[in-house]
């Protein structure tokens, strides 16, 4: 019902900065949270940051201050600009979304490789 499409990863070196975007298409009237979640080797993948249809924003502790998520909805995309990026940020990161009412993340994109060496 939602596609999502996520572009902007990338390799950079420590202390660097990278934008991800995503965009939404389908029935993107019923989005209410977009966010990014991302997985590393031999890792879980974990939460990053999300932004709700009102605007309001949550982190994850360990790029609070770093991490900044953004969102338009007459594009239907939200972009995560990350900054003093770390070799710890190196993952896939995948976009999500979940519907208005919804207790789950409903959608997800395809991932996008972002590396930080060192």
């Known amino acids: 019902q939602v596609q999502l499409v996520e572009s902007g990863g990338g390799s950079v070196e420590v202390g660097g900065s990278l934008r991800l975007s995503c965009e939404a298409s389908?029935?993107?009237?019923?989005?209410?949270?977009m966010g990014w979640f991302r997985q590393a080797p031999g890792k879980e993948r974990e939460f990053v940051a999300s932004?709700?249809?009102?605007?309001?924003?949550y982190y994850a502790d360990s790029v609070k201050g770093r991490f900044t998520i953004s969102r338009d909805h007459a594009k239907n995309t939200n972009d995560l600009q990350m900054y003093s990026l770390e070799p710890e940020d190196t993952a896939v990161y995948y976009c999500?979304?979940?519907?208005?009412?919804?207790?789950?993340?409903?959608?997800w994109g395809q991932g996008t490789q972002v590396t930080v060496s060192s």
């Open positions: 999500a979304a979940r519907f208005i009412g919804g207790s789950s993340w409903d959608a």
């Open positions: 389908g029935r993107t009237d019923r989005l209410d949270f």
């Open positions: 932004i709700r249809w009102n605007g309001l924003t």
